[in-house]
């Protein structure tokens, strides 16, 4: 069974800071790999997705995230990040030729003005 | 973009009775929706996969019985909470997979809250 596991549960920056937020996966396949947004009050957002190519995926809002395969790792980063960011950000893992998408626990991002 | 959405948006209910929850797809026909399951403060939870015109795929430890979902046409999958305790009070979000765009890409209605009295 697959699993994806965000070690960051709950993150505070200032604005202007930069962030990066972790997700590990497990899954010995080939996977497509996503990051949502859940601003409060709002559905489930897509930020980006990786699915193959350039392992540097640039996203919505200026996000990227870095897929390095070696790692089971797919990152978030954002430069500077804004109050308007402030939210919950998922990491999602889908098999490749799978229907199923498995979350991570989530990461709470509160950015203060 | 595509466009799914869920009724009712919130909904109680006294211990024992059953209630239903639609997921529509507003603008696109769906073929494969899924039902999550959302607790405070954690992430989702994948419950069952929804497929249109045949029976749903349930996860582990999801129970079939207690859980009912029917996906009747392209545009509707409904979960049914049956005979609902307060132990299955929770946020119950849907999505659907887009034909036609990318495969893998699925667009999230904006659940429904479920509180059982």
């Known amino acids: 069974a697959q699993s994806v596991s965000q070690h960051n549960h709950h993150v505070i920056l200032s604005e202007a800071a930069s962030l990066e937020l972790g997700c590990n996966y497990s899954y010995g396949g080939t996977v497509n790999l996503f990051w949502y947004v859940q601003y409060p009050g709002q559905h489930l957002q897509l930020l980006l997705k990786y699915f193959s190519g350039d392992p540097l995926v640039k996203g919505i809002k200026g996000f990227e995230a870095e897929f390095i395969k070696s790692k089971f790792s797919f990152n978030l980063r954002k430069p500077s990040v804004q109050w308007s960011d402030t939210a919950e950000y998922f990491c999602?893992?889908?098999?490749?030729?799978?229907?199923?998408?498995?979350f991570g626990t989530g990461t709470s991002l509160t950015v203060i003005p | 973009g595509a466009v799914v959405s869920q009724h009712p948006s919130w909904v109680i209910c006294k211990s024992g009775t059953s209630v239903k929850i639609e997921c529509r797809s507003l603008?696109?026909?769906?073929?494969?929706m899924f039902w999550y399951r959302q607790f405070p403060k954690q992430s989702l939870m994948l419950m069952a996969t929804s497929n249109e015109g045949s029976k749903a795929t349930y996860e582990q430890g999801v129970e079939k019985d207690k859980f009912l979902i029917n996906h009747a046409s392209l545009t509707l999958s409904t979960l049914t909470v049956t005979s609902a305790h307060p132990e299955d009070s929770s946020f119950y979000i849907c999505?659907?997979?887009?034909?036609?765009?990318?495969?893998?890409?699925?667009?999230f209605g904006p659940g429904t809250r479920l509180t059982v009295t």
């Open positions: 603008d696109f026909q769906a073929t494969t």
């Open positions: 999505s659907a997979r887009v034909p036609g765009f990318s495969p893998y890409e699925q667009y």
């Open positions: 999602a893992v889908n098999a490749q030729g799978g229907n199923q998408f498995y």
